[in-house]
């Protein structure tokens, strides 16, 4: 078999969409039919082109077996495909037993990473292409007599951070090592505006910048928040003692803040989750990211030990827990995938020093907000002790991305259950968070438009 993986359809789509591919096919199949067939009319020829995509397969295989079958040998071997990381970041190392020539490019509908290799005999075990992180499929195989191609599918917009072939210091051989992190769409389309310029200039030295893609997508950029229901599907949250289940909770309540803020029509609102399915802490964030949230707002209705512990708390991001309650509360939230396997890969110093530099400011927004917002709420909505409390979810580490967690009552509690099932405590709710987000909104704009 040529191809690992599945669905020939979409291997054809991928073939279809490498213009170098295009050409290797057309070549290989033209030179089974027929020499003569050079001398036709070119649009006879893009005819054949086509049908050469379609008939990629049965052109490729009989040519591989007669290779193979004159004892032809790749040069290059794949010997392992190692992968490693989270929804937000993820490295791939592939051993080679020599030097591989490497080349690579983007493709978008779903996003993917192809690697262009020359011939190459692949060992991958099957266990280690197993989707994992931000990578959701890995395909291989021949694409042509003398090219074989690497397809990584990823979950969304992604940048390639780094890509290298190293010599193995301690053994034979060689390693690809590259690390991919999860962008944003406009960060995608102007890689992919870039790469095509890139592949102009080479195919014709047409000079030029790559189209402004950020420019004209940044001033587009709408203001955007981004509402994540807590928890959904296998995941079902808290539930209190009457059988009310924290997945509805938030759902149904995330619907109504959403509704209530697309009333300011300069505000872009999203939502995580808008059924009830189930989401990874970290597919969370990577949403938040791709869609470039300038607010993220989780929300959560947790039962808690003491019962009697009740009222909204709004909660941001600390390595150290305010208290023990906050602690707790982190703890339980962070488990909500545990089962799903993270894992993690620790990232060079320089890129955590700029992540630092970066969440400085993102922290301070973020703090900004839940002050606003405990404001917003004090006297209208009913508030637990020392409103504002700190500790270490993973749901509200984007680095970019101002986060807080919002417990918009507890379900151990009955009171609090009662209002959350209250359609005008409710709606005052909404209200007031989605008048603390006017304000943010406010202010963001003008610290913006300041020169
Ligand atoms: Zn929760």
Redesign the pocket.
């Known amino acids: 078999m040529l191809i690992c993986g599945q669905g020939i359809a979409n291997y054809v789509q991928d073939l279809n969409e490498s213009q170098l591919c295009n050409n290797l096919i057309e070549t290989m199949f033209l030179r089974i039919l027929t020499a003569n067939l050079f001398s036709l009319k070119p649009a006879f020829r893009k005819f054949l082109r086509r049908q050469a995509l379609l008939s990629a397969f049965v052109a490729i295989i009989p040519i591989n077996s007669a290779f193979a079958a004159q004892g032809g040998k790749s040069e290059l071997s794949a010997l392992t495909f190692k992968m490693a990381g989270d929804d937000l970041r993820s490295r791939i190392v592939v051993m080679f037993d020599n030097e591989p020539n490497v080349e690579t490019h983007l493709l978008e509908r779903p996003h993917r990473l192809v690697i262009d290799l020359p011939e190459t005999s692949f060992g991958f075990d099957k266990e280690s292409l197993t989707p994992r992180g931000l990578i959701s499929e890995v395909r291989y195989g021949l694409i042509a007599q003398t090219r074989s191609r690497l397809i990584l599918n990823a979950k969304g917009p992604f940048k390639v951070e780094k890509l290298e072939v190293v010599k193995n210091e301690s053994s034979s051989g060689y390693r690809m090592v590259a690390d991919i992190v999860a962008s944003s769409d406009r960060e995608f389309a102007q890689a992919l505006a870039d790469q095509k310029v890139t592949t102009a200039s080479l195919n014709a030295d047409t000079g030029g910048a790559s189209p402004a893609i950020s420019d004209t997508l940044g001033s587009s950029h709408q203001f955007t928040v981004m509402i994540d229901p807590?928890?959904g599907g296998i995941d079902s949250?808290?539930e209190s003692v009457s059988g009310t289940l924290?997945k509805n909770v938030t759902l149904a309540f995330g619907r109504e803040l959403r509704d209530e803020l697309m009333k300011n029509k300069n505000i872009n609102v999203l939502m995580t989750r808008e059924d009830d399915t189930f989401l990874r802490l970290g597919e969370r964030v990577r949403l938040a990211r791709q869609h470039e949230a300038d607010l993220f707002i989780s929300l959560?209705?947790?039962t808690i030990r003491h019962k009697d512990i009740r009222g909204a708390t709004v909660y941001t991001l600390s390595d150290k827990a305010s208290d023990d309650v906050a602690r707790a509360m982190a703890e339980?939230?962070n488990n909500s995938d545990a089962s799903a396997g993270i894992y993690s890969e620790e990232a060079p110093v320089v890129h955590d020093i700029l992540m630092e530099l970066t969440q400085r400011e993102t922290h301070s927004f973020s703090l900004n907000f839940a002050d606003g917002l405990v404001k917003s709420l004090q006297g209208k909505v009913n508030l637990i002790n020392n409103p504002h409390r700190f500790a270490g979810f993973q749901v509200l580490r984007a680095p970019d991305v101002p986060s807080v967690l919002v417990e918009i009552g507890y379900l151990s509690n009955k009171d609090d259950e009662k209002l959350l099932k209250d359609a005008s405590w409710r709606k005052r709710a909404v209200e007031r968070i989605s008048h603390a987000v006017d304000k943010y909104y406010t202010l963001r704009n003008n610290v913006q438009a300041q020169p």
């Open positions: 807590g928890h949250g808290a924290e959560h209705a947790d339980r939230e």
